[in-house]
């Protein structure tokens, strides 16, 4: 299985972005899947995560901005983003769990401009 993550780019504050992770395969018997990010000089951090039964958790500094979706018939996980900061300037990893080692995605940058 392959993750395809899509959707970064630059934006000033305020602005909006939807990533998206398509799977190379069905996603309906993956149970977590979700996004990290990492920003330069810092430790990679969970943004936000689903369940196969749509559970989702957010990161603190995220919650109302962010949105987490799964559509299961086209084996992509969203993240809707909205009202950026300059602090959401990171390099977006989406992952899947119940593979080991974790299965990541390749990596998508967003930059939030001021």
């Known amino acids: 299985v392959q993750l395809q993550a899509s959707g970064g780019g630059l934006v000033q504050a305020g602005g909006s972005l939807r990533l998206s992770c398509a799977a190379s395969r069905s996603i309906g018997t993956i149970n977590g899947m979700g996004w990290y990010r990492q920003a330069p000089g810092k430790q990679r951090e969970l943004v936000a995560a689903?369940?196969?039964?749509?559970?989702?958790n957010y990161a603190d500094s995220v919650k109302v901005r962010f949105t987490i979706s799964r559509d299961n018939t086209k084996n992509t996980v969203f993240l809707q983003m909205n009202s950026l900061k300059p602090e959401d300037t990171a390099v977006y990893y989406c992952f899947a769990d119940g593979f080991r080692p974790r299965l990541w995605g390749q990596g998508t940058q967003v930059t939030v401009s001021s």
């Open positions: 689903i369940t196969r039964g749509g559970s989702t």
